[in-house]
DNA sequence: CCTTAGTTCATAATGATTCTCAATAAAGTC
DNA sequence: GACTTTATTGAGAATCATTATGAACTAAGG
């Protein structure tokens, strides 16, 4: 499968009259060049480009993530933090799905191939274009129940395995 | 199956070293009184209470409904709105899940039995207790999509399906 | 009853996201 | 390449859902 590219991104965006700036080249081009695994709030995303000396306004952030969004190049995560987060809206068999700890936040991904298959008979039953589907698991860790979890952790409390291991990583089903 | 009762409640609140209150109980109690297909703000539930009589602050009203949310009585719908819906979490084969048209916002509950087991089966899988599990389809109309959608409509278009028809329902799958 | 600790209410504060508008710059045309 | 049109950007103000605060209140066990 060839790359999708500049190009690809400007005649997308002329097909429903917008242009193609320096801004929106990066942007795509920032999450094309991160890790599997990896999802950014609009505010992580505005530190990472500044880093590297890319300085886009963090109005032109929060346009260019909704605009890439709608056209189906990004996918918008509700996760458990309080803000969105983005990722690459990536095809078969890339396509994968989130299970998140709602005390500590870990956030697990894992695919599974029936899921976007019921999303696309779903969408086509109503007639409608499928932009994304996601399956969001909301879980809590034993660790958690057993301090007394859903009222008495104060909010600042982090489940152990947070402390040790990986935030987040592909898993394949089965 | 006997109804989730204020005593159940009760228990389930002391467990955790909370108390019943008379706010709590209106809350769920409305939540089981509302058709199935329904689903609140936090805004919507303090207006619908104050009209029954039932004046609860909205600060209790969203203190509540996260409370509940986390001890797994309601679940948090996160649909195209820009704010959260809340409606009752209820067990197979009443567990359902969504599909979001992201222009107009008209939503379409469905059943899929084999989603809730692979939910568990991750939850399981991680060692972790499931709380929820929602898989949302967001989608687009055709009739947006002739319009120019994603970047041409204004923001106040209105879909005409959304202007004839239901807004929600459930469907069962196949 | 009495005591303890969780809860409510009103309101202020927060914080993510959106809006505004003047300045800028794509991209098609001559 | 210069010209024109119209989308886009950037900075900051504004919005609005949600959360925090603190004094008054009350559930619940003894």
């Given at each position: 499968?060839?790359?999708?590219?500049?190009?690809?991104?400007?005649?997308?965006?002329?097909?429903?009259?917008?242009?193609?700036t320096?801004?929106?080249?990066?942007?795509?081009k920032?999450?094309?060049?991160?890790?599997?695994?990896?999802?950014?709030?609009?505010?992580?995303?505005?530190?990472?480009?500044?880093?590297?000396?890319?300085?886009?306004s963090?109005?032109?952030?929060?346009?260019?993530?909704?605009l890439?969004?709608?056209m189906?190049?990004l996918?918008?995560?509700?996760?458990?933090?309080?803000?969105?987060?983005?990722e690459?809206?990536?095809?078969?068999?890339?396509?994968?799905?989130?299970?998140?700890?709602?005390?500590?936040?870990?956030?697990?991904?894992?695919?599974?191939?029936?899921?976007?298959?019921t999303?696309?008979?779903?969408?086509?039953?109503?007639?409608?274009?499928?932009?994304?589907?996601?399956?969001?698991?909301?879980?809590?860790?034993?660790?958690?129940?057993?301090?007394?979890?859903p009222?008495?952790?104060?909010?600042?409390?982090?489940c152990p395995?947070?402390?040790?291991?990986?935030?987040?990583?592909?898993?394949?089903?089965?």
């Amino acid at each position: 499968m060839a790359m999708y590219d500049a190009a690809d991104l400007r005649s997308e965006l002329h097909q429903i009259g917008c242009r193609l700036t320096p801004q929106r080249e990066k942007i795509l081009k920032f999450f094309q060049n991160l890790p599997q695994g990896n999802h950014l709030s609009a505010e992580d995303l505005y530190h990472a480009l500044s880093q590297r000396g890319e300085n886009i306004s963090l109005s032109t952030i929060y346009r260019s993530l909704k605009l890439m969004t709608r056209m189906g190049l990004l996918r918008e995560l509700e996760l458990a933090e309080g803000h969105k987060h983005y990722e690459l809206n990536q095809p078969y068999p890339h396509h994968h799905h989130h299970l998140v700890c709602v005390q500590c936040n870990r956030t697990i991904e894992f695919t599974n191939t029936s899921i976007l298959k019921t999303g696309v008979k779903q969408a086509e039953k109503e007639g409608l274009h499928l932009l994304d589907c996601q399956l969001t698991i909301h879980a809590i860790c034993p660790e958690a129940l057993r301090r007394g979890w859903p009222s008495l952790l104060p909010s600042h409390w982090v489940c152990p395995r947070t402390l040790n291991g990986t935030v987040t990583g592909v898993i394949t089903e089965n």
